[in-house]
């Protein structure tokens, strides 16, 4: 595979988390012994990258860019804008 895509990322992410503790109640993910919790993680990085990599291809397809905005240390908000010019300029380099 030459690009990372959205399903190859998730696929991974599957790897990393075969128990899907990211589906566990968050009262119950405080509790994990360290390697679970390092699983968790693994599993919730890899999701969260997809989903970002995902929102980048909808932008892309749409001719947009994506702006995002840190809320806290864990996450974002973000949103579909026109594509500044300079960075147009680099999308027609690239083409």
Request: hydrophobic letters at 40%; glycine letters at 4%.
């Amino acid at each position: 595979m030459s690009t990372f895509d959205p399903a190859y990322i998730l696929e991974l992410a599957d790897l990393a988390d075969p128990n899907q503790l990211w589906q566990l109640a968050g009262i119950d993910q405080l509790d994990l012994p360290d390697n679970k919790r390092r699983q968790l993680d693994a599993g919730v990085c890899l999701r969260r990258h997809a989903s970002h990599l995902q929102d980048l291809i909808e932008a892309k397809a749409q001719g947009k860019s994506m702006l995002i905005t840190p809320l806290s240390p864990n996450s974002s908000a973000s949103t579909l804008v026109d594509t500044p010019k300079r960075h147009l300029k680099l999308l027609k380099d690239r083409q």
